[in-house]
T-cell receptor
Framework: NAGVTQTPKFQVLKTGQSMTLQCAQD?????MSWYRQDPGMGLRLIHY???????DQGEVPNGYNVSRSTTEDFPLRLLSAAPSQTSVYFC?????????????FGNGTRLTVT | DAKTTQPPSMDCAEGRAANLPCNHS???????VYWYRQIHSQGPQYIIH???NNETNEMASLIITEDRKSSTLILPHATLRDTAVYYC????????????FGGGTRLMVKP
């Protein structure tokens, strides 16, 4: 298994541009989520999904959209990039919704918005 | 949410056991203790988790005190590749199934 795969690894955007961060998992996990990590702020939850066709907002959802059309994929869309969205983005998945179910993270996308 | 307290940094000699402590005195009965680590800006890596009993897997052992107010992560034979920030997390049921990472312990394994 490849686990959780994120692409691209690095991205530079200009303010106002849009893009999609890709996340795929091959473990048949029901639960998937997106976090951002900023210096001194820890990881913050952006959006999550408990299964195909179901998504919901996390702690910091503004400026981001998600969809979950398949179990494997959970893309994160930046609608109009802003410098405040410069961050490292991590996708994570777990077999199910329970707190006894470990989250497995991808290796991140490092995004810079100029 | 139950908060955790960890020392900000620790050193360990290569080949020796690394014992990383964590205090979680306000933990509730149905909350799990999780350990993750993050190596040089890679994604957080799951290590181990437990509820009440001690746990062991191929990476580490987790010792939870009987009153559940503290725990210790043990890396039995630390290598240089174990140098990382280690996070102890008390996982609670919440909207989004969110994990809350604190400051962690920066473990430096030295030759």
């Amino acid at each position: 298994n490849a686990g959780v795969t994120q692409t691209p690894k690095f991205q530079v955007l200009k303010t106002g541009q849009s893009m999609t961060l890709q996340c795929a998992q091959d473990m048949n996990h029901e639960y998937m989520s997106w976090y951002r990590q900023d210096p001194g702020m820890g990881l913050r939850l952006i959006h999550y999904s408990v299964g195909a066709g179901i998504t919901d907002q996390g702690e910091v959802p503004n400026g981001y959209n998600v969809s979950r059309s398949t179990t494997e994929d959970f893309p994160l869309r930046l609608l109009s990039a802003a410098p405040s969205q410069t961050s490292v983005y991590f996708c994570a998945s777990s077999p199910d919704w329970g707190i006894d179910s470990p989250l497995h993270f991808g290796n991140g996308t490092r995004l810079t918005v100029t | 949410d139950a908060k955790t307290t960890q020392p900000p940094s620790m050193d360990c000699a290569e080949g020796r056991a690394a014992n990383l402590p964590c205090n979680h005195s306000t933990i509730s009965g149905n909350e799990y203790v999780y350990w993750y680590r993050q190596i040089h800006s890679q994604g957080p890596q799951y290590i181990i988790h437990g509820l009440k009993n001690n746990e062991t897997n191929e990476m580490a052992s987790l010792i939870i005190t009987e009153d559940r107010k503290s725990s210790t992560l043990i890396l039995p034979h630390a290598t240089l590749r174990d140098t990382a920030v280690y996070y102890c997390i008390v996982r609670v049921k919440n909207a989004g199934n969110m994990l809350t990472f604190g400051g962690g312990t920066r473990l430096m394994v030295k030759p």
